[in-house]
T-cell receptor, first 114, second 115 residues
Framework: QKEVEQNSGPLSVPEGAIASLNCTYS??????FFWYRQYSGKSPELIMS????GDKEDGRFTAQLNKASQYVSLLIRDSQPSDSATYLC??????????????FGKGTKLSVKP | KAGVTQTPRYLIKTRGQQVTLSCSPI?????VSWYQQTPGQGLQFLFE???????NKGNFPGRFSGRQFSNSRSEMNVSTLELGDSAFYLC??????????????FGEGSWLTVV
């Protein structure tokens, strides 16, 4: 099982719809979860961080975390063509006594059609 | 507040050569991490430096090395370049690392092509 798994997509949604991006992880002890957005040819930029079970909302974005199911998702409401990008899920992996490091999924490519 | 600065942005090297990439973190950030991104493997962790010490290392050969200076600036070196080292190299900085509660911020990246 891969450490962080995402559906590679592409996920295509019409403008104004809700885009739902999913991510599962293998390390049950993970405590930090992030969503990054990466436009083609650019570096990843942070969208959301979530640490506790439940939902966290920021504007049009909602992150959802379910540690029991080892599942984290990102909802994008009122999707815009400018949201078209690859979305990377990142999970902190503990490594013995160290702080660990972030493990990234391979990303889901989202396409929002006008 | 300035972001993470990486230099050079683009470079082309020949097999067998070595390359050094530089990263200046966000002011006040003491942790610098390096990542390699390729279409096939995605974003892979290389190593993390904190207060001039390598604190964590990914699964890459010894040809990949790094260091951090007292001002938190970091360099990454790849020796004896191979074609497979062609990738997008990203530096990320954070206040204290990649542990709980810390967020990493990426630089613009360096595109390395090995021919």
């Amino acid at each position: 099982q891969k450490e962080v798994e995402q559906n590679s997509g592409p996920l295509s949604v019409p403008e104004g719809a809700i885009a739902s991006l999913n991510c599962t992880y293998s390390d049950r002890g993970s405590q930090s979860f992030f969503w990054y957005r990466q436009y083609s040819g650019k570096s990843p930029e942070l969208i959301m961080s979530i640490y506790s079970n439940g939902d966290k909302e920021d504007g049009r974005f909602t992150a959802q975390l379910n540690k029991a199911s080892q599942y984290v998702s990102l909802l994008i409401r009122d999707s815009q063509p400018s949201d078209s990008a690859t979305y990377l899920c990142a999970v902190n992996k503990r490594d013995g006594g160290s702080q660990g490091n972030l493990i990234f999924g391979k990303g889901t490519k989202l396409s929002v059609k006008p | 507040k300035a972001g993470v600065t990486q230099t050079p942005r683009y470079l082309i090297k020949t097999r067998g050569q070595q390359v050094t990439l530089s990263c200046s973190p966000i002011s006040g950030h003491r942790s610098v991490s390096w990542y390699q991104q390729t279409p096939g493997q995605g974003l892979q962790f290389l190593f993390e430096y904190f207060s001039e010490t390598q604190r964590n290392k990914g699964n890459f050969p010894g040809r990949f090395s790094g260091r951090q200076f007292s001002n938190s600036r970091s360099e990454m070196n790849v020796s004896t370049l191979e074609l497979g080292d062609s990738a997008f190299y990203l530096c990320a900085s954070s206040l204290a690392g990649q542990g709980y509660g810390n967020t990493i911020y990426f630089g613009e990246g360096s595109w390395l092509t090995v021919v």
